[in-house]
């Protein structure tokens, strides 16, 4: 008896067939995880941006910045408070220049970046809910309200997700 081992060009065929219906269902399922967790990354930036407006409130006594650049003093001083010239009170929420990363002296962390378009901006102001557009893909805007002069009564955060605009709308003491 003459007995050769191996496969058949049938078995390998049928393995061959498994393994593309195996890649046909995991790659749709791994680019939507993708982009469920630039979404979270982005919800996550929004929940900074909203601590740390938390945080410019309590050093404003309550007032948030009618701008991203607005500086703690600055918002005391149209208030009528004492200015202090040491620490958090020489800081803005984003910098002096408020977009693609925060600039020195600011609240929000250095390392904070847009999680889907790196290069884009990270944070911006605005005077309305946005539209979703591709090319702000992970910005987080802040909507002041009540604004009378540098100071605000209160925000609404939204976040540009990868394909819409985030649902969670973050406002001011929640």
């Known amino acids: 008896m003459n007995r050769k081992y191996g496969f058949t060009l049938v078995e390998l065929l049928i393995v061959i067939v498994i393994i593309g219906i195996l890649a046909v269902i995991s790659i749709p399922n791994f680019i939507s995880m993708v982009s469920r967790a630039k979404d979270a990354s982005v919800k996550g930036n929004m929940h900074i941006v909203q601590v740390t407006l938390e945080s410019f409130s309590t050093l404003t006594e309550g007032y948030y910045p009618s701008r ?14 004492g200015t202090i010239s040491t620490g ?16 020195s002296p600011c609240l929000l962390p250095n390392n904070f970046r847009n999680p889907i378009r790196p290069p884009n901006f990270s944070f911006s102001s605005t005077s309305s809910r946005p539209s979703w557009n591709s090319n702000l893909a992970g910005c987080v805007f802040v909507k002041e309200t009540g604004v009378n002069g540098s100071a605000a009564m209160g925000f609404v955060i939204y976040g540009m997700g990868t394909r819409n605009i985030i649902a969670d709308t973050l406002i001011h003491g929640k």
């Open 88 to 103: 958090d009170y020489t800081k803005s929420i984003a910098g002096i220049d408020p977009g693609t990363v925060p600039s």
């Open 68 to 81: 991203l650049d607005i500086t703690v003093n600055q918002v005391r001083q149209s208030l009528n408070y």
